[in-house]
């Protein structure tokens, strides 16, 4: 009986993430449990969400600013209408993407967690820096640094695309709290809080 009422109610909490992947026909990695975007699928995951926002965050294991910003990124779930999203920028295939994942699955099991799709002849470096040009509207500089945020609108229009310089003036890089509360969470919707 225990069985059942778990697995309905994982298939209740999960089925949204499970149908905007679906819905947006993406492969799967060489790790099975991991699919591929690409900033088309970024937008179309956007689109086909129940929420007013999806955020996504760029993340490697080696990146020492992604797992210092990581648990701000985590936490705005709580308190805030929105999809999130860690988008892995390694190749599809390598242990650092296993690395990444796990370390991301380790601390937080319930994360929603892609990978940079792979381009014959592109590398890491590459493909990081295309996704940036292609999804990074006129607006804002185009910088290939990590521990980005995205929002995007459930129109999949991208409203903000962050970089190191928005925390350019804060006591502590290794915080990004005070970056993310300027910029971040005003485009966001707060959760209803039940009576």
């Keep these: 009986m225990l069985y059942k009422i778990l697995l309905i109610l994982f298939g209740f909490c999960?089925?949204?993430?499970?149908?905007?992947v679906?819905?947006?026909?993406?492969?799967?990695?060489?790790?099975?449990?991991?699919k591929r975007v690409d900033a088309d699928a970024v937008k179309c995951l956007a689109k086909n969400s129940e929420k007013p926002n999806t955020l996504f965050f760029v993340f490697a294991r080696w990146c020492e600013p992604c797992m210092w910003?990581?648990?701000?990124?985590?936490?705005?779930?709580?308190e805030y209408d929105v999809n999130l999203y860690v988008i892995l920028i390694d190749l599809e295939n390598s242990q650092m993407t296993e690395l990444a994942k796990d370390y991301v699955w380790e601390r937080y099991p319930s994360a929603?967690?892609?990978?940079?799709?792979?381009?014959?002849?592109?590398?890491?470096?590459?493909?990081?820096?295309?996704?940036?040009?292609?999804?990074?509207?006129?607006?804002?500089?185009?910088?290939?640094?990590?521990?980005?945020?995205?929002?995007?609108?459930?129109?999949?229009?991208?409203?903000?695309?962050?970089?190191?310089?928005?925390?350019?003036?804060?006591?502590?890089?290794?915080?990004?709290?005070?970056?993310?509360?300027?910029?971040?969470l005003p485009l966001l919707q707060k959760k209803m809080e039940s009576l």
């Design 14 to 20: 999960f089925t949204p993430c499970f149908s905007q």
């Design 22 to 34: 679906e819905t947006c026909n993406l492969e799967s990695t060489y790790f099975e449990d991991l």
């Design 69 to 78: 910003h990581l648990p701000t990124f985590m936490s705005i779930e709580k």
């Design 112 to 184: 929603k967690i892609v990978v940079l799709k792979d381009f014959p002849k592109r590398g890491k470096g590459k493909k990081y820096k295309d996704f940036i040009n292609s999804i990074t509207p006129p607006r804002f500089e185009k910088i290939d640094d990590m521990s980005k945020y995205f929002v995007l609108d459930n129109e999949g229009d991208v409203v903000l695309v962050t970089s190191w310089k928005d925390s350019k003036g804060d006591p502590d890089w290794k915080d990004d709290r005070p970056m993310v509360k300027r910029l971040v």
